[in-house]
């Protein structure tokens, strides 16, 4: 059985896109049999409000600088009013495995920031959902349209406000410990994020944390 490895993050975190990115990259060159467990931190439910296209905006071109594939400048015609509906998928996604939900998360994320769909539409989370291989569609509807995975998403979001959280992404290992937003320490100047450092030397142990818990 593979081992499992918690985030807590928001869809549309670019922070938390890098995150599982490098993860997920780091993890099959190691060759680990560990698996990303999604738990969700709706900034809308933070902030009671959605994310400010503002902040993305200056977010983006900071973090394509690091990561030049996996993102582009925002040309989508519409801006999500919410991602709870995305959050509630892949939460139906995990019924079918951790795995499902793995690659369905990552499939919305590149969805949002490369190709600037409305995540918000149910229309165009199924046709991402559609490119995912081996998820079950018929399953897959059945559990979002029944309604039980939004509340799957707001206890998920209790236990990590209870858990403890800096921010979104926080990666939590089997010892206790998490990890705020690991490789980066940044600060906001005016409007717009600087990275003071990156250390891409730190997935690894994190992964290794995961795939190697400690023993009582």
Same mark, same amino acid.
């Given at each position: 059985?593979?081992?499992?490895?918690?985030?807590?993050?928001?869809? !549309?975190?670019?922070?938390?896109?890098?995150?599982?990115?490098? @993860?997920?990259?780091?993890?099959?060159?190691?060759?680990?049999?560990?698996?990303?467990? !999604?738990? $969700? #931190?709706?900034?809308?439910?933070?902030?009671?409000?959605?994310?400010?296209?503002?902040?993305?905006?200056?977010?983006?071109? *900071?973090?394509?600088?690091?990561?030049? =594939? =996996?993102?582009?400048? #925002?040309?989508?015609?519409? #801006?999500?009013?919410?991602?709870?509906?995305?959050?509630?998928?892949?939460?139906?996604?995990?019924?079918?495995?951790?795995?499902?939900?793995?690659?369905?998360? @990552?499939?919305?994320?590149?969805?949002?920031?490369? /190709?600037?769909?409305?995540?918000?539409?149910?229309?165009?989370?199924?046709?991402?959902?559609?490119?995912?291989?081996?998820?079950?569609?018929?399953?897959?509807?059945?559990?979002? =349209?029944?309604?039980?995975?939004? &509340?799957?998403?707001?206890?998920? $979001?209790?236990?990590?406000?209870?858990?403890?959280? /800096?921010?979104?992404?926080?990666?939590?290992?089997?010892?206790?410990?998490?990890? !705020?937003?690991?490789?980066?320490?940044?600060? #906001?100047? &005016?409007?717009?994020? !600087?990275?003071?450092?990156?250390?891409?030397? *730190?997935?690894?142990?994190?992964?290794?944390?995961?795939?190697?818990?400690?023993?009582?």
């Amino acid at each position: 059985m593979a081992a499992v490895l918690e985030i807590a993050s928001d869809i !549309h975190c670019p922070w938390a896109y890098v995150c599982v990115l490098r @993860l997920l990259r780091m993890r099959d060159a190691l060759g680990l049999d560990v698996t990303l467990r !999604h738990l $969700y #931190w709706p900034l809308e439910l933070v902030n009671g409000r959605g994310a400010p296209r503002t902040i993305l905006d200056a977010e983006m071109p *900071v973090l394509a600088q690091v990561e030049p =594939d =996996d993102f582009a400048a #925002w040309r989508g015609p519409e #801006w999500p009013t919410t991602l709870l509906p995305a959050f509630e998928l892949v939460k139906a996604a995990e019924e079918q495995g951790l795995l499902a939900a793995e690659a369905l998360d @990552l499939a919305l994320r590149r969805a949002f920031f490369l /190709e600037h769909r409305n995540l918000s539409l149910r229309t165009v989370l199924f046709e991402v959902a559609a490119t995912v291989p081996g998820l079950d569609p018929d399953a897959l509807r059945d559990a979002y =349209d029944s309604g039980r995975t939004r &509340r799957v998403v707001l206890r998920e $979001y209790e236990e990590v406000t209870r858990r403890g959280i /800096e921010g979104s992404p926080e990666v939590y290992l089997p010892g206790g410990q998490r990890a !705020h937003n690991p490789g980066f320490t940044k600060r #906001w100047v &005016r409007g717009i994020p !600087h990275i003071l450092s990156e250390d891409r030397g *730190v997935y690894e142990p994190l992964l290794r944390a995961a795939a190697e818990p400690p023993r009582d």
